[in-house]
């Protein structure tokens, strides 16, 4: 079983530019979440889908994030305008059940 | 104060040791607590979950949960260099799924 795929592993931006993160979840698994995970911490819950469906984005910068799963199956995560704050690995995950299956994440730099 | 506390080491240990990893937390309405563990520039794994008070074993790893006293543990018996890694705690209050991670301890395991 082919696990979470995400792309690009290593982005490197300056502040105010855009950048977007794809994920292709575990085929079959209808939830699918984004992670942030700042250097030294735990990642943390940005947004949950339920096939193409926002269960829980309460923790979404929303002047600056969007996220999006069309067709319930891949998603992508952008951010415009990036900040120094945002640098950090984004983490996606997806689960058809309890247990959530991570992708190896995407690191991102804000210069 | 943070839901959920975690020393974050770096914790180095020789080969053979038993390991010793805990994480407290606030929340007494967390019902689900989970171990996952992470290697350098990869996404998290899960490694143990549990629902109860009292301990679960699984090969060289027994989680253990104390939730009158908001505390849980991971014991690693016969450490090896292979786990050598950043473990992660993380809750769940309900059956969102919505995980509550702990920043994170850093494991050294020499040979």
């Known amino acids: 079983e082919a696990g979470v795929a995400q792309s690009p592993r290593y982005k490197i931006i300056e502040k105010r530019q855009s950048v977007a993160f794809w994920c292709n979840p575990i085929?079959?698994?209808?939830?699918l979440y984004w992670y942030q995970q700042i250097l030294g911490q735990g990642p943390k819950l940005l947004i949950q889908?339920?096939?193409?469906?926002?269960?829980?984005d309460s923790q979404l910068p929303k002047d600056r994030f969007s996220a999006e799963r069309l067709k319930g199956v891949d998603s992508t995560l952008k951010i415009q305008p990036a900040k120094l704050e945002d640098s950090a690995v984004y983490l996606c995950?997806?689960?058809?059940?309890?247990?959530?299956?991570f992708g190896p994440g995407t690191r991102l730099t804000v210069t | 104060q943070k839901e959920v506390e975690q020393d974050p080491g770096p914790l180095s240990v020789p080969e053979g040791a038993i390991v010793s990893l805990n994480c407290t937390y606030s929340?007494?309405?967390?019902?689900?607590f989970m171990w996952y563990r992470q290697y350098s520039r990869k996404g998290p794994e899960l490694l143990m979950y549990?629902?109860?008070?009292g301990n679960k074993e699984d090969g060289r790893f027994t989680a253990q949960v104390d939730k009158s006293s908001k505390y849980i543990s991971l014991f690693i018996r016969d450490s090896q260099p292979s786990d050598s890694a950043t473990y992660l705690c993380?809750?769940?209050?309900?059956?969102?799924?919505?995980?509550?991670f702990g920043s994170g301890t850093r494991l050294l395991v020499r040979p």
């Open positions: 995950a997806s689960s058809s059940y309890d247990e959530q299956y």
């Open positions: 085929s079959g698994h209808a939830t």
């Open positions: 889908f339920q096939n193409n469906g926002v269960v829980d």
């Open positions: 929340n007494s309405a967390f019902q689900y």
């Open positions: 549990t629902y109860s008070s």
């Open positions: 993380a809750m769940v209050p309900d059956s969102s799924y919505k995980l509550i």
